[in-house]
């Protein structure tokens, strides 16, 4: 196993081990436990085989797994002087799993799902008993959602550090008056800008018919959406497709979520410092205004309240309108 490498290595190799993106390590693995001879195995057909739970074939998830696997690495690291996969105990996945009290459900789930598949990945890469048992699985954290994630800043807060002249003034911009994610600015292209070829449509309490523009977004897990663009906001839409190629990025960003994630940070907490507020650098706070502004847009026009937590959920979020839990996190935090 190697002493000299740390926990977080240990677990990284071992993920690797359960990828099964690499064709010629999918096949290889798919002969040695079919007892086959195939020359190239498919995602599908490897899938077929009944053992996919063990094994993780798509880019977005070895990414997630990767991310929130360093999580339980720097837990395990500031609660217990352990240096092998192999001392990691059902306990103190049990106890990591209590530091999540207050997440969602399907957020609780995600690292359940890590933890099994770190624990399947050790088991097969260094032969350790698994870590991830019965118990684990059975085990349930409080059904709460965040309450803790209030927003920073008024409305008139937000207007003005939209409106600061800054380096990143229309990304900032984009995720207030668009209600998208850092991780999505970073693949808005020029033609993703619906102004007239593919609109939303509304049918309004007296029968008229209201029509939006959209932005094609690629959200979570490459699932695409079309956000709306609220008709005060087509102004800006309009300023920034100008003079750009159908296939021009709108905003020179870095591709990697997290050096993007980072760049804005560092100009929101530059701004707000400038403009003498509290500083931070949280981006989701653009998300928030923008969609208690949309959800105030719908109430203005008559829509129940109902009717209109459901749009900003579905139409701005791109998530289910049922999710009890954003309806509280998003629009009235």
Not at 70 to 78: A, D, G, S
Not at 180 to 195: F, G, H, Q, T
Not at 246 to 254: A, G, I, K, N, Q
Not at 287 to 309: F, M, N, P, T, V
């Amino acid at each position: 196993m190697g002493k000299n490498k740390s926990l977080g290595y240990q677990i990284h190799t071992a993920l690797a081990e359960i990828n099964m993106q690499n064709q010629e390590k999918r096949t290889e693995i798919y002969n040695r436990e079919n007892g086959t001879h195939f020359s190239s195995v498919g995602k599908r057909e490897f899938k077929k085989n009944g053992t996919s739970i063990n094994y993780v074939f798509s880019q977005r998830t070895a990414q997630c797994l990767a991310e929130k696997s360093k999580n339980f690495v720097k837990f395990l690291k500031e609660n217990y002087n352990i240096k092998m996969v192999k001392e990691i105990t059902p306990k103190m996945c049990l106890e990591y799993l209590n530091t999540k009290q207050g997440c969602s459900k399907k957020t609780v789930a995600a690292y359940k799902n890590m933890l099994e598949k770190v624990s399947i990945a050790c088991s097969k890469k260094f032969g350790c008993e698994q870590f991830y048992t019965q118990e684990v699985k059975a085990h349930k954290v409080e059904d709460t959602y965040k309450t803790n994630s209030a927003r920073t800043y008024t409305n008139t807060e937000i207007i003005q550090i939209c409106n600061y002249k800054g380096n990143r003034q229309n990304e900032i911009k984009t995720m207030a008056f668009l209600g998208c994610r850092v991780s999505e600015l970073i693949n808005i292209k020029a033609e993703d800008i619906n102004l007239d070829t593919h609109t939303y449509t509304t049918t309004t309490k007296d029968g008229r018919i209201d029509t939006y523009s959209t932005v094609h977004i690629v959200g979570k897990g490459g699932k695409d959406s079309y956000r709306i663009i609220l008709p005060e906001y087509r102004s800006f839409f309009e300023e920034l497709k100008q003079g750009k190629n159908p296939t021009d990025r709108l905003f020179d960003l870095p591709k990697d979520t997290k050096a993007t994630r980072q760049i804005m940070s560092n100009e929101i907490r530059k701004i707000t410092k400038e403009l003498g507020l509290e500083v931070s650098g949280k981006n989701h706070q653009f998300r928030k205004y923008h969609c208690q502004i949309a959800l105030q847009y719908y109430l203005d026009k008559g829509w129940s309240k109902e009717k209109a937590e459901s749009m900003v959920i579905q139409r701005h979020l791109s998530h289910s309108g049922e999710r009890k839990d954003l309806k509280q996190i998003y629009l009235y935090s």
